[in-house]
């Protein structure tokens, strides 16, 4: 499978606990984006890398949001202090160099804060 | 700032008949507008995209969209829509200008409904 996938699918976790999702782009694609949707509401960004570097950053992402791509392949998108209002689904998409290029998603990771 | 409005929480169609699903766009510059779909429990898939050039863009899956400048309107069409079409559809816009950053902006999505 050469598409975009994400790791957990599903995360359940207390308010308070600290959780931290996994991506893993399209292997020939350098840039990598994070978004969040809610429910009724489309994708909103958040993030974005090219190669490693943390290009641009939403207002959507707190203090306590961190993402790293720390070798330019997978990225890691860690939430601190985990709140209700941050029960959402995180996804994650790649593309390739150029602004023309569309953006491949993967399935995303659904998290339940309780 | 860009944004993008679908003004259709749903649409229903019989199948074998024409759809339309809307969207309007804003942007400071000249856009880049995309339609990708989601089904449940799968990620949003890449349908077609316009940049430049012919108004009218195919896609995958036989659909199409009108890019429309004055009317700053991007429309999905199908001229003869199938029951496996049903599921939600989302418009996103990027600026081409250097402000626009890289992301995409969607709307908030219409739940397309194909009944036999």
């Known amino acids: 499978d050469t598409g975009v996938s994400q790791d957990p699918r599903h995360k359940i976790t207390k308010r308070g606990q600290n959780v931290t999702f996994r991506c893993d782009p399209i292997s020939e694609h350098n840039r990598l984006y994070w978004y969040r949707q809610t429910l009724g509401q489309g994708p909103e960004f958040l993030t974005y890398f090219q190669n490693e570097a943390q290009l641009e950053k939403s207002r959507l992402l707190s203090d306590r949001f961190s993402a790293e791509r720390p070798k330019g392949s997978f990225s890691t998108l860690e939430i601190q202090r985990t709140e209700q209002g941050d029960s959402a689904m995180y996804l994650c998409a790649s593309s390739l160099l150029g602004r023309r290029d569309e953006q491949y998603f993967g399935p995303g990771t659904r998290l339940t804060v309780t | ?54 108004n009218l863009v195919k896609g995958s899956y036989g659909f199409e969209a009108e890019f429309n400048k004055s009317q700053t309107s991007f429309h999905l069409k199908k001229p003869s829509a199938l029951v496996s079409d049903s599921a939600l559809y989302f418009c996103a816009v990027r600026d081409r200008l250097t402000g626009g950053g890289n992301k995409l902006t969607f709307g908030t999505g219409t739940q397309l409904k194909v009944e036999l």
């Open chain 2, 1 to 54: 700032a860009q944004s993008v409005a679908q003004p259709e929480d749903q649409v229903n169609v019989a199948e074998g008949n024409p759809l339309t699903v809307k969207c309007t766009y804003s942007v400071s510059g000249n856009p880049y507008l995309f339609w990708y779909v989601q089904y449940p429990n799968r990620g949003l898939q890449f349908l077609l995209k316009y940049i430049t050039g012919d």
